[in-house]
């Protein structure tokens, strides 16, 4: 049987990063605002969790398969595509650490109304924070 945890604001993963704020949560694990305490910079970390099963062959399953994904995503260099910086191997499962891409959310900005097409297209493919 695998041990999954739940973590909260202010503690601390790998003796490293600090968790600053809960971005969002999905099938495969949240996604955490994180303070990088050696880097003194603010990262994404993805906490990863399995799907389905508890037991240890799942969780084996698992983790082969976040690292196996963790290692092609470091490998894209692109400007449209986050940077993966590295893998805490913690257990029970990896988290990723990546690149903080900070911006508003679609629902933030439908909310000043409605944006007309010549405002929304050149922004569709544009990596955010940047011309």
Known sequence: MTEERAYAVGESVAGRFELLERLGAGGTGTVWRARDLMLEREVALKEMRALGSADQGHADRTRERVLREARALARVNHARAVTVHEVLDHQPFPWLVMELVTGRLLHEVL?????????????????????
């Open 111 to 131: 909310a000043d109304g409605s944006l007309p097409p010549e405002q929304v297209a050149p922004r569709g493919g544009r990596r955010r924070g940047g011309p």
